[in-house]
């Protein structure tokens, strides 16, 4: 008989205990796997997520109008609580306060629209003045296209004269950037009805919840975000006025024509962050480099507004609001792009208020602990 088939009763048995014999634990960490809940829960979040966005987007006729007068009404609820202190109902204070800012937007638009409408009549012949001052780049574009053809690049604009666009761009441009008499319709009513009934609204807000606790949370929230809102609009307020007012007189200093309706354009445009003050350096490069005979001359008073701006953006604001509230540029610029490209530039001016709102909601329904960092 072979050796291998020599295996008796003991044998067997330690081999049948070597293999129901548990492997002992071992000491290296996995790191956690992601269970399938999890990446259930992910999806449906941003489907929801993708629904929501479709929604407003599509939506957007009614959602604007709405969801501005909550913010701008949550702005202004201060100033109605302020009157109803001096005795004065608050239904007449939300038609005072509405009345205020109906004539403050109306005084503004007239301000800009009266050098709009002159400009607009002079366009062919502010055209060929454009075209005549622009002759300086002509020998730039040309060198240009003779380096392009340098490496092969056949370019139907070298052998065509310089034109300057048509006007078919101002139609979609101004069905873009002005709203609706719906729109606005809708947003003065809701504006009045949510100012005139906030202070019973936010009372149903907070009894909605049972528990004490949560209703302590929900008042805690609804009292920063209202401090929080207010006095954003507040400052802000002060700081484009400040600079409304300087850039006139820059205007005003450098000759340039209509410093009242720039001065009260550029206020208007800071309102929206980094868009407004391109905008409104764009404005004034194109007014004086058609208003004065040399291009230096014209932009003396664009170059004065970057300094404005400057000062303004990087020492005047952060200085004041950082104080109150602690907004990440990267985060501004982010939720700027995606609520203009949502609803056009009224989005961009409420970009920064809901990411406001956004950040008290986040402060206080996912508090964020201190972890203790491990040593060196």
């Not at 550029?266 to 005979?293: D, H, K, R």
């Not at 609520?339 to 530039?345: I, S």
């Amino acid at each position: 008989m072979p050796p291998e088939s020599r295996s008796g009763p003991s044998d067997q048995r330690s081999a049948a205990e070597a293999v129901s014999t548990p492997l002992p634990d071992s000491n290296i960490s996995q790191p956690p796997m992601i269970r399938r809940a999890e990446v259930v829960a992910f999806a449906l979040v941003g489907l929801l997520t993708i629904c929501v966005v479709a929604v407003l987007y599509v939506a957007k006729v009614f959602f604007l109008p709405v969801v501005m007068a909550f913010i701008v009404g949550t702005m202004l609820s201060p100033a109605a609580a302020y009157l109803e202190k001096r005795h004065i109902p608050r239904s007449v204070s939300a038609v005072l306060i509405v009345s205020a800012v109906c004539g403050l937007a109306v005084f503004i638009v007239g301000l800009i629209s009266a050098p709009l409408m002159e400009w607009s009549t002079r366009l062919p012949e502010l055209g060929m003045m454009l075209k005549e001052k622009l002759h300086l780049f002509d020998r730039p574009i040309a060198l240009w296209h003779q380096f392009q053809n340098m490496f092969g690049e056949s370019s139907s604009l070298a052998t065509t004269p310089m034109q300057l666009p048509k006007i078919e761009w101002m139609q979609p441009a101004v069905e873009f950037l002005s709203p609706t008499f719906t729109e606005i319709l809708l947003f003065f009513a809701t504006l009045l009805l949510f100012v005139a009934s906030w202070k019973d609204l936010r009372r149903t807000l907070i009894m909605t919840f049972a528990d004490r606790d949560t209703r302590l949370r929900m008042l805690r929230i609804l009292n920063e975000i209202e401090v929080s809102l207010g006095g954003y609009l507040l400052t802000v307020t002060l700081i484009n006025m400040g600079v409304g007012v300087l850039t006139g007189l820059i205007c005003a200093v450098t000759g340039m024509p209509n410093p009242a309706g720039l001065g009260a354009l550029a206020a208007t445009l800071n309102y929206f962050p980094i868009i407004g003050p391109v905008a409104m350096f764009v404005i004034l490069t194109a007014v004086g480099v058609l208003s004065f005979p040399t291009l230096m001359a014209g932009l003396i008073a664009p170059l004065a507004f970057v300094g404005l701006t400057f000062l303004e953006g990087h020492f005047v604001t952060p200085t004041i609001i950082g104080r109150r509230l602690s907004l990440n540029a990267l985060a501004v610029f982010i939720a700027l792009a995606f609520w203009t490209w949502l609803w056009g530039p009224m989005g961009g001016f409420l970009s920064s208020p809901l990411l406001i709102v956004g950040l008290v909601l986040k402060e206080h329904l996912m508090p964020t602990e201190t972890p203790q960092l491990p040593g060196d």
